[in-house]
């Protein structure tokens, strides 16, 4: 078998011809990876454990340069193997498949999802106009939904760079290559922690310092790191020399992106201005507190609950708005209201009882002869005159008073025909009825029409008095009432 370094050679087969290697993708500290295809003919990617200070590859099988290593080696076989289990479980779409790990060639393999496409880095040297401030937001919104998804699940990728997020044909980002078999074989081995397995410009200070804490803010400031860079076209000085500065109490060497950056958010370039701090306390906390605050509708939600949950915040939006209401009263004052009559606090005045109202005659029921006036006999016609009142006896007048003789005689005429002007005339001259011709009239037969206008005139007004008749029983009850109220 042809040697190609410590690589694998085109054609090599692994797992008992379940793989084939293809060709050599990449190399690091500690490991290196190649395109392969398994039994069914489709791509993968086939990641090796080769930490080469302490291996080498002889026929194709890796041994350790010294004995002495032989323990540590399978310290490191085993935190491989850990790795890989716990990025199986991952299931997230931005985040890569691993599917199987198995031992061969004296080492330990990962199987891996194959995406098709280029990475980051070389996006940015190539053709940085293929993405711009919309595809990098949302971009950015992708990753940090995969990030905050690892973190929940207690997994540090700890080497997030431009090389290491590869995007998709439809510039859908994948996160490749997790370093925390890295970081663990550093631990168990005093070979491995003498390596530096740092990224100058996108690994935070903390990677620089053997044993010092990793947290979830170290991802960050990495994912910060590599924006910063996909932004302004320019990696940011390592975070070593930036540390150095603030010990000195110098000018920090990294120039932190303008809040006004034409296409984007003000929140948006201040979130990454914020995670790219020297020291992880200045940082965000977690990739869903970036987020939030890159997310305008998530950013008012989460004020809106901070105000309702803040109660010195409601407190004093009441003083504000009580203070705000008297500043009104005073300013256009309510008007006085009527005086009100005092109050009577001695013994209710006794009021008596409303005396009986005197009945009218309109309060009398009609005579039920009124409905048969039209049909009654002539007989029963003719004894309407015997109704009529009989003349009066003139009134007899005083004498005339002695030399007052005009007036005398002025008296002695008739009372309904005097007048100074024109001469006395009789009754019937003046177009008037006596009583004697008055029966007469009477007695004769009326009219049809007359007399259908006469019914229905009665008709209507015996309607009338009725409804008189119930208005007042009913207002005579509520006088006894009232009156039998005010006495108790």
Same mark, same amino acid.
């Given at each position: 078998?042809?040697?190609?370094?410590?690589?694998?050679?085109?054609?090599?087969?692994?797992?008992?011809?379940?793989?084939?290697?293809? *060709?050599?993708?990449?190399?690091?500290?500690?490991?290196?990876?190649?395109?392969?295809?398994?039994?069914?003919?489709?791509?993968?990617?086939?990641?090796?454990?080769? =930490?080469?200070?302490?291996? *080498?590859?002889?026929?194709?099988?890796?041994?350790?340069?010294?004995?002495? $290593?032989?323990?540590?080696?399978?310290?490191?076989?085993?935190?491989? &193997?850990?790795?890989? +289990?716990?990025?199986?479980?991952?299931?997230?779409?931005?985040?890569?498949?691993?599917?199987? @790990?198995?031992?061969?060639?004296?080492?330990?393999?990962?199987?891996?999802?194959?995406?098709?496409?280029?990475?980051?880095?070389?996006?940015?040297?190539?053709?940085?106009?293929?993405?711009?401030?919309?595809?990098?937001?949302?971009?950015?919104?992708?990753?940090?939904?995969?990030?905050?998804?690892?973190?929940?699940?207690?997994?540090?990728? +700890?080497? @997030?760079?431009?090389? $290491?997020?590869?995007?998709?044909?439809?510039?859908?980002?994948?996160?490749?290559?997790?370093?925390?078999?890295?970081?663990?074989?550093?631990?168990?081995?005093?070979?491995?922690?003498?390596?530096?397995?740092?990224?100058?410009?996108?690994?935070?200070?903390?990677?620089?310092?053997?044993?010092?804490?990793?947290?979830?803010?170290?991802?960050?400031?990495?994912?910060?790191?590599?924006?910063?860079?996909?932004?302004?076209?320019?990696?940011?000085?390592?975070?070593?020399?930036?540390?150095? /500065?603030?010990?000195?109490?110098?000018?920090?060497?990294?120039?932190?992106? %303008?809040?006004?950056?034409?296409?984007?958010?003000?929140?948006?370039?201040? #979130?990454?201005?914020? *995670?790219?701090?020297?020291?992880?306390?200045?940082?965000?906390?977690?990739?869903? /507190?970036?987020?939030?605050?890159?997310?305008?509708?998530?950013?008012?939600?989460?004020?809106?609950?901070?105000?309702? $949950?803040?109660?010195?915040?409601?407190?004093?939006? /009441?003083?504000?708005?009580?203070?705000?209401?008297?500043?009104?009263?005073?300013?256009?004052?309510?008007?006085?209201?009527? =005086?009100?009559?005092?109050?009577?606090?001695?013994?209710?005045?006794?009021?008596?009882?409303?005396?009986?109202?005197?009945?009218?005659? #309109?309060?009398?029921?009609?005579?039920?002869?009124?409905?048969?006036?039209?049909?009654?006999? /002539?007989?029963?016609?003719?004894?309407?005159?015997?109704?009529?009142?009989? %003349?009066? =006896?003139? +009134?007899?007048?005083?004498? #005339?008073?002695?030399?007052?003789?005009? +007036?005398?005689?002025?008296?002695?005429? %008739?009372?309904?025909?005097?007048?100074?002007?024109? =001469?006395?005339?009789?009754?019937?001259? #003046?177009?008037?009825?006596?009583?004697?011709?008055?029966?007469?009239?009477?007695?004769?037969?009326?009219?049809?029409?007359?007399?259908?206008?006469?019914?229905?005139?009665?008709?209507?007004?015996?309607?009338?008095?009725?409804?008189? &008749?119930?208005?007042?029983?009913?207002?005579?009850?509520?006088?006894?009432?009232?009156?039998?109220?005010?006495?108790?």
């Amino acid at each position: 078998m042809e040697v190609y370094g410590d690589e694998l050679p085109p054609g090599a087969e692994l797992c008992q011809g379940q793989y084939t290697i293809e *060709c050599f993708l990449n190399s690091g500290g500690f490991g290196i990876t190649y395109l392969a295809r398994d039994s069914l003919g489709r791509k993968v990617v086939l990641k090796e454990c080769f =930490p080469a200070v302490m291996c *080498c590859r002889h026929s194709g099988t890796v041994h350790v340069r010294s004995r002495s $290593n032989e323990a540590e080696f399978e310290k490191i076989l085993d935190l491989f &193997g850990r790795e890989a +289990r716990a990025l199986s479980e991952l299931d997230h779409p931005y985040i890569v498949g691993v599917h199987q @790990i198995f031992r061969d060639n004296g080492t330990a393999y990962m199987a891996m999802d194959y995406v098709e496409g280029r990475d980051l880095l070389q996006v940015i040297e190539e053709t940085p106009e293929r993405l711009g401030p919309a595809e990098i937001s949302a971009l950015l919104v992708k990753l940090l939904d995969a990030v905050s998804y690892m973190h929940d699940r207690g997994i540090l990728h +700890r080497d @997030i760079s431009p090389d $290491n997020i590869l995007l998709a044909e439809d510039d859908s980002p994948v996160l490749i290559d997790f370093g925390a078999a890295r970081e663990g074989a550093s631990r168990v081995s005093r070979v491995l922690s003498q390596v530096m397995t740092v990224k100058d410009g996108y690994s935070p200070q903390e990677f620089y310092i053997s044993g010092s804490r990793q947290a979830q803010s170290s991802d960050l400031y990495a994912l910060a790191a590599t924006f910063y860079h996909l932004i302004s076209g320019n990696a940011p000085p390592s975070s070593h020399l930036r540390l150095a /500065a603030a010990a000195k109490n110098a000018e920090d060497p990294l120039a932190p992106l %303008p809040e006004t950056l034409a296409g984007y958010d003000r929140h948006f370039c201040e #979130a990454i201005n914020r *995670c790219l701090s020297v020291f992880p306390q200045d940082r965000l906390e977690s990739a869903q /507190a970036w987020r939030d605050m890159i997310d305008i509708e998530r950013r008012q939600r989460m004020l809106l609950e901070k105000a309702r $949950n803040d109660k010195e915040l409601v407190r004093r939006v /009441a003083e504000i708005v009580s203070q705000s209401r008297k500043d009104m009263a005073e300013a256009d004052p309510e008007p006085e209201p009527a =005086p009100s009559m005092p109050k009577h606090y001695g013994p209710r005045p006794v009021i008596p009882p409303a005396p009986p109202k005197r009945r009218r005659v #309109a309060d009398a029921a009609p005579p039920s002869d009124l409905h048969d006036l039209d049909d009654a006999p /002539a007989a029963a016609r003719e004894v309407q005159p015997a109704c009529t009142p009989p %003349p009066r =006896p003139a +009134r007899p007048r005083k004498a #005339a008073k002695p030399g007052r003789p005009e +007036r005398a005689a002025h008296a002695a005429e %008739p009372t309904a025909h005097r007048h100074a002007s024109a =001469p006395a005339e009789a009754p019937e001259a #003046a177009g008037l009825e006596t009583h004697e011709a008055m029966p007469a009239r009477a007695a004769a037969p009326a009219p049809a029409p007359l007399r259908e206008a006469t019914a229905a005139g009665v008709s209507k007004l015996r309607r009338i008095i009725a409804a008189t &008749g119930r208005f007042y029983s009913v207002a005579r009850k509520f006088d006894s009432f009232s009156a039998q109220e005010a006495m108790k």
